[in-house]
């Protein structure tokens, strides 16, 4: 490997994004952390290569035969709870290849468990916890310690964008088992300005709440739709706030400067007025995905859902789906199947409340518990689960529910097939498809017509999460 003029001498650096397993091709979002660090490397003249392994579908094999014919001198990897063992087995890989690279190991995991994570892989030399634009050259070029704790980076508005050459050869194109075209992921704000979920754990890894310019966002819209020829924005922000005036400036920025570009967002259901919705619609919004988690009032109550007595919740729901659906943006609608002491009738009544509704389309999740969240300190302080279950699935061993895991499994697939089927509620996909030709997604039309009989294969016939019983509870 040659280093282009001006490129650091010796210095040759790999960043990669894990697969969930190897081989498996999962292309709904682009790994913005490491594209945005291989940015940062790229500009300080650092030879450097990102590759995501999930949306490559590549085997083991394919990355050794990668690293064998490139001299790679460090190799860094964003590590996931649930996908963080693939991480370390790249990194004893690495190892075994070439003692001398330098391993450094980064992300939420890291985030999370700091420097324990030397305790779970011998082969990692560098841990970084937090955000780490600001340090990442240091650290390749002259590293000081084993573990950085950098928390995150206050003024967002300065780092460079990620640099998405590096997978512009892949097609991102699911959204919720929607089929859309060639997408772009990015980021508006981060950290949601909630924070209180007692499920979620995105608060702990965030830390804080920050917001980009309207305007840098804009100039990085205009990059992705006019020189880039993306089709498709995925906004994955925790939860973009649109009944408030920056999001309204942001939209209203984008009409003016005629870029149409769809886009797809995910939100919180209280935080939808008529105007942002008008102003979404405007600024050629697709679709929104809403957290809903259940419409028990005690089970809201549980998560810390909302502000409004959780009583209300339902109403905030139902309002917000007749918002969008008035202005032909599809809703997608997330629900925690089986949270703690969560009765099957409790279940039963979100799903046909769901299924009566204006939702376009329901993803189901059993309930997990999340290294992070307050329910997964409260099930270790209780002594319900260990503090090394970092991503568990709810179980009646535990003592937190009445089901195994297995069932709550089935019941999240019950009620995806009850809402979703297109035999069972046949004007569901109606309405899904009518707002496909209202927002003249021909593209995204044809490719959903055709998909269709594979999406009524998967409802009847196959379970939609492949499982590795022993991961379950890890
Ligand atoms: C978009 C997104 C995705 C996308 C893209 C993945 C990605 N992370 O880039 C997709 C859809 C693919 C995805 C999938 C999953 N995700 Co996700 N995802 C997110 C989300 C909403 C935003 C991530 C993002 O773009 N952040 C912005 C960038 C700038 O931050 P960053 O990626 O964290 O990177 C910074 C630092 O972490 C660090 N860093 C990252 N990598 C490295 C590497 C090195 C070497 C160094 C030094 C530093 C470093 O520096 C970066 C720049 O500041 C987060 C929630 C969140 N707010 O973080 C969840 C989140 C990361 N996802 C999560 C999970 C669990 C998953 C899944 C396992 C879900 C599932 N059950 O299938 C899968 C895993 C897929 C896989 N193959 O591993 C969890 C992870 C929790 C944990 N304990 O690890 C999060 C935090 C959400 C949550 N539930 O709390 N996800
Ligand atoms: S679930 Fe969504 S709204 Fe709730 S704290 Fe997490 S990111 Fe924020």
Redesign the pocket.
Known sequence: MTPRIGEKRNVSVL?L????KWGEV?K???????L??GAILKNAGIWVQVIDL?AEGWSKKQLIKKMCNHNFTHV?????????KIGYEIFKTCKILNPDITT?????????VKEDIFKESGDIDIA?S????LE?VE?IMNPTKRFYDLGY?KDIDNLPIPDRTFVRHIKYNKMSGISIGDSA?M?WI??CQWRKCTF???SE??MAHRRRSPEKIIEEIDILQNKMKYKNLIV?D?SLRINCEYTKRILKLKIDKKLDIPFWA?ARADHIDEEGAALLKEANCVGILLGIESIVPRIIDRYKKTNEPPEQWHNIIEKSFKILNKHNIISIGSLIIGGPDETKEEILETVEFCKNSNLDVAEAFPFQF???SKLWSEAISENKISSSQ??SYNDRSFGTTSFTTQELFKMAKYAEKRINSPLLNPGRILRLFKKLVKNRQWRMLIYNLIKLPLVLKSVFFNHPYELIPEDLHG
């Open positions: 960043l994004f894990m697969p969930s999962e709904f979002c682009q790994p913005l952390g490491i945005t660090l999930s860094g990897i964003t590590l996931l709870t649930p996908t963080r450094i190991a980064g992300g939420p995991h890291v985030t999370f970084v937090g955000e780490a634009e990442i650290i980076v992921s980021k981060r950290g979620c754990s995105r890894i965030t994955v925790d995910l999340i290294i992070g970092y991503y």
